[in-house]
T-cell receptor, first 112, second 110 residues
Framework: DAMVIQNPRYQVTQFGKPVTLSCSQT?????MYWYQQKSSQAPKLLFH???????NEADTPDNFQSRRPNTSFCFLDIRSPGLGDAAMYLC???????????FGPGTRLTVL | GEDVEQSLFLSVREGDSSVINCTYT??????LYWYKQEPGAGLQLLTY?????DMKQDQRLTVLLNKKDKHLSLRIADTQTGDSAIYFC??????????FGAGTRLTVKP
């Protein structure tokens, strides 16, 4: 089945220790998104890729970076995680023109 | 920026209808969505409506859009315990941008 896969599902890191979250898709969609979702809050868009074009939201901290080496994969790098970065991180994909986003199951990040 | 507002909690009895409401501020939005999120899972698209439509029905789900009042609702008929989840309203534009509400936690009591 075509899908959006996120690895790992649970990630524990230490304060200040860099961490990378992974997303892959078999849908061949050209747009990929990263959202941060804190408890009882709306998912907040961090950035998205339209093909290889990177679009950063204005209020996304510099601590968050992303890479998209090919159509299928997209990575979220948190350079120096703080306690406030503990959240669920959701990856989503869409095809341009449809505006329907397909979400992965998320990675829950814990910062100790 | 766009504000999308939802009430945080709704509790209904099994078999009753559930109505989840949402208001938004940007009338230029093109699409309006309802997503469902179960514990520990990602968001699942339930249904969506184009901004030029008033209503959409899909089995037990009915979406109503009042564009004048910028009000969107999701009605779930014959609510089941498996419908217990968080329901997110989202507003989207043709540039693939999207904004979510904070979600309504629906609890279905047997």
């Amino acid at each position: 089945d075509a899908m959006v896969i996120q690895n790992p599902r649970y990630q524990v890191t230490q304060f200040g220790k860099p961490v990378t979250l992974s997303c892959s898709q078999t849908l061949n969609h050209n747009v990929m998104y990263w959202y941060q979702q804190k408890s009882s809050q709306a998912p907040k868009l961090l950035f998205h890729y339209y093909d290889k074009d990177f679009n950063n939201e204005a209020d996304t901290p510099d601590n968050f970076q992303s890479r998209r080496p090919n159509t299928s994969f997209c990575f979220l790098d948190i350079r120096s995680p703080g306690l406030g970065d503990a959240a669920m991180y959701l990856c989503a994909t869409s095809r341009v023109g449809t505006n329907e986003q397909f979400f992965g199951p998320g990675t829950r990040l814990t910062v100790l | 920026g766009e504000d999308v507002e939802q009430s945080l909690f709704l509790s209904v009895r099994e078999g009753d209808s559930s109505v989840i409401n949402c208001t938004y501020t940007d009338s230029s939005s093109t699409y309006l969505y309802w997503y469902k999120q179960e514990p520990g899972a990602g968001l699942q698209l339930l249904t969506y409506i184009f901004s030029n439509m008033d209503m959409k029905q899909d089995q037990r789900l009915t979406v109503l859009l009042n564009k004048k009042d910028k009000h969107l609702s999701l009605r779930i008929a014959d609510t089941q315990t498996g419908d217990s989840a968080i329901y997110f309203c989202a507003v989207g534009w043709s540039n693939n941008d999207m904004r979510f509400g904070a979600g309504t936690r629906l609890t279905v009591k047997p």
